[in-house]
T-cell receptor, first 110, second 110 residues
Framework: DTGVSQDPRHKITKRGQNVTFRCDPISEHNRLYWYRQTLGQGPEFLTYFQNEAQLEKSRLLSDRFSAERPKGSFSTLEIQRTEQGDSAMYLC????????FGPGTRLTVT | AQRVTQPEKLLSVFKGAPVELKCNYSYSGSPELFWYVQYSRQRLQLLLRHISRESIKGFTADLNKGETSFHLKKPFAQEEDSAMYYCALSASGNTGKLIFGQGTTLQVKP
């Protein structure tokens, strides 16, 4: 079965706080991707993992962002010292026959 | 640079009318092109991919390398087609990351 869950679905935080999102594929998939989608735009690639190795990071991923996939299964995305510009939908995707997207975590930074 | 352009933010048609959602891409190699759709309150999902040359829900898309386009077409729009449509490109080299256009909202009026 192909599926991805993301937690939390919504997060409201104050500027300067740290936040962490989690992505859980239902079954094993080698590749896992993170994207960010701001209002009125298509998703933008952030980073991807092949098993536990982080193989590519976008220039969008500033030093305040870090992603991990410690056992090659679930993945976390942490944003430190959040800024209002970080407000967006953060999407996780896995690759099976297609790139299968999770429901996303909507982050609002106040 | 790799880029996907969807020139229309909104396309509004009446039920039964033909639909064409435009997509142009910029990429020097051999891209793989996709159309993704997002219905209201649902996750992003694959509609079709150019290499499979299939018709899904009555939609088709032909890759035109000369015009660098991958327009999505349907001869007779249905109300249930109302959604956000994203064109996406996966560059050769196979990291699998997707580059998305800005999206087009299709509104099918009764």
């Amino acid at each position: 079965d192909t599926g991805v869950s993301q937690d939390p679905r919504h997060k409201i935080t104050k500027r300067g706080q740290n936040v962490t999102f989690r992505c859980d594929p239902i079954s094993e998939h080698n590749r896992l991707y993170w994207y960010r989608q701001t209002l009125g735009q298509g998703p933008e690639f952030l980073t991807y993992f092949q098993n536990e190795a982080q193989l590519e990071k976008s220039r969008l991923l500033s030093d305040r962002f870090s992603a991990e996939r410690p056992k090659g299964s679930f993945s976390t995305l942490e944003i430190q010292r959040t800024e209002q510009g970080d407000s967006a939908m953060y999407l996780c995707a896995i690759v099976g026959y297609e790139q299968y997207f999770g429901p996303g975590t909507r982050l609002t930074v106040t | 640079a790799q880029r996907v352009t969807q020139p229309e933010k909104l396309l509004s048609v009446f039920k039964g009318a033909p639909v064409e959602l435009k997509c142009n891409y910029s990429y020097s190699g051999s891209p793989e092109l996709f159309w993704y759709v997002q219905y209201s309150r649902q996750r992003l999902q694959l509609l079709l991919r150019h290499i499979s040359r299939e018709s899904i829900k009555g939609f088709t898309a032909d890759l035109n390398k000369g015009e660098t386009s991958f327009h999505l077409k349907k001869p007779f729009a249905q109300e249930e087609d109302s959604a956000m449509y994203y064109c996406a490109l996966s560059a050769s080299g196979n990291t699998g990351k997707l580059i998305f256009g800005q999206g087009t909202t299709l509104q099918v009026k009764p």
